[in-house]
């Protein structure tokens, strides 16, 4: 990851109003444990027209045709799950539209947080705990159980 | 920051991380640092484009898939070094 890369996706996602919020390691890192990451994961808002709005947004900081491939109808039917690699190719941002049953963009509890001079949507430590206690993999495991203690939150 | 060394996962673990608050420039400092040493160390490249997955465990299954491959091209550069 790339930290001005990143902030430069970030601020066009901030400035073309898109619906979202940040999840997943970059989450952990904007509450407060820096930590490696390469992707940036992000719930957006199952919108037809929010969706219009994230590739506007990805179009301002990449010149990449492939954008196009991102549609609503993939995003709000069979692929709620789309993995876009930037032409460079050094990470990948990961767009969902919902998490099996467990989680909808309006399941989730949603902070403002700064990122250097921006101010950027991530979803809160609560629900980013909810969200890794009970994955397969073991740094989500280890990730759930230093949120828990830094914010003193219940087992569920 | 000094290299800290753990016998196991659950010794790491009981080792609580330093965490900033946000907003504190220290915090953006130590994230770009240790994303540029990551970079660095572990330069990663992946298949650019669009990919489409029917689930989060899919794409999950997908980029571990990636990873593993990545590992095993690591693992044959350094024996033929």
Redesign the interface.
Known sequence: ???DVLKRVLAALESRGVKYTIFGAVAL??????????DLDIFIAPEDLNIDRLKLALRDVYD?P??E??TAG?LLG???????????????I?I?TR??DAFTFADLEIER????DLIVSVVSPRTLYKMKKDTV??KDR?DA??LR??FNLEHD | MPVRKFRS?EE??RD?????????PL??R??????????RTN??????????????????R??AQVLAEHIAALRRQRQGE
Do not use: C
């Open positions: 990851m790339d930290f890192n904007l509450h407060g444990l820096a930590r490696a990451t390469e990449d492939e954008i491939h991102i993939d069979e692929y709620p799950a789309v993995e876009y690699n930037p032409p460079e190719g050094a990470f990948h990961d969902l998490l099996g947080v700064p990122y250097d993999r073991p280890i159980d230093w203690h830094r | 996962i790491m673990k609580h991380p330093i965490w900033r608050r946000p907003g504190d915090l953006y130590a994230m770009a640092l240790v994303w540029e040493v990551a970079r330069p990663r490249r992946f298949p650019p484009g669009v990919h489409k997955y029917r689930s989060i465990q899919e794409m999950d997908a980029q």
